[in-house]
């Protein structure tokens, strides 16, 4: 069964860190784009960051410079390092493989980021 | 960045209504448009892709259509599992970007 299935998440203060992780079964996360979309309370989709299979990497202005995206190969598992997190970035977290034509399944189950003090 | 529009932001339904919901980008993204489902509480589904490809496993009254900037998703006959909010998202230009939602309510 092609399925991701995430963990980490929670509360966190200002300025502090978090590792989201992002377990893929049915396919591996080396051969494809693998992206991380967030939903903030009450709001829409925005793609945060993606990984694709040669290896480069995209952020969003948002995230740039304080979020890292990677993958484990031999784990087949997808990262995202979050450091110096502010309260905008107090989301739902949800990874994703992007297909070729850029459409996105599975989804993550989702993961709770609070950034407060 | 390509900006996605949909309306109406909102809208409410009967069951067995035909819903139509449109999206409309900021530049032409050929057929590269995908929509999704999302409840609360859960992840999105994607149900539409290349704007009319309908995804394995979605029921059949779903249907998309549109190219250049203008888009629509049909449902033919709401259903009571319908009532969800919906997404469209571009996949023409990085980076991919969404519309802000339409949420269909039970009238």
């Known amino acids: 069964e092609v399925q991701l299935v995430q963990s980490g998440g929670g509360l966190v203060q200002p300025g502090g860190s978090l590792r989201l992780s992002c377990a893929a079964s049915?396919?591996?996360?080396?051969?494809?784009?693998m992206s991380w979309v967030r939903q903030a309370p009450g709001k829409g989709l925005e793609v945060v960051s993606v990984?694709?299979?040669?290896?480069?990497?995209y952020y969003a202005d948002s995230v740039k410079g304080r979020f890292t995206i990677s993958r484990h190969n031999s784990k087949n598992t997808l990262y995202l390092q979050m450091n110096s997190l502010r309260a905008e970035d107090t989301a739902v977290y949800y990874c994703?493989?992007?297909?070729?034509?850029?459409?996105?399944?599975?989804w993550g189950q989702g993961t709770l980021v609070t950034v407060s003090s | 960045d390509i900006q996605m529009t949909q309306s109406p932001s909102s809208l409410s339904a009967s069951v067995g209504d035909r819903v139509t919901i449109t999206c409309r980008a900021s530049q032409s993204i050929s057929h590269y448009l995908n929509w999704y489902q999302q409840t609360p509480g859960k992840a999105p589904k994607v149900l539409i892709y290349a704007a009319s490809t309908l995804q394995s496993g979605v029921p059949s009254r779903f249907s998309g259509s549109g190219s250049g900037t203008d888009f629509t998703l049909s449902i033919s006959s709401l259903q009571p599992e319908d009532f969800a909010t919906y997404y469209c998202?571009?996949?023409?230009?990085?980076?991919?970007?969404f519309g802000q939602g339409t949420k269909v309510e039970i009238k």
């Open positions: 990984i694709y299979s040669g290896g480069s990497t």
């Open positions: 998202q571009q996949s023409y230009s990085t980076p991919w970007t």
């Open positions: 994703a493989r992007d297909h070729s034509d850029g459409w996105f399944d599975p």
């Open positions: 049915g396919f591996l996360v080396s051969d494809t784009y």
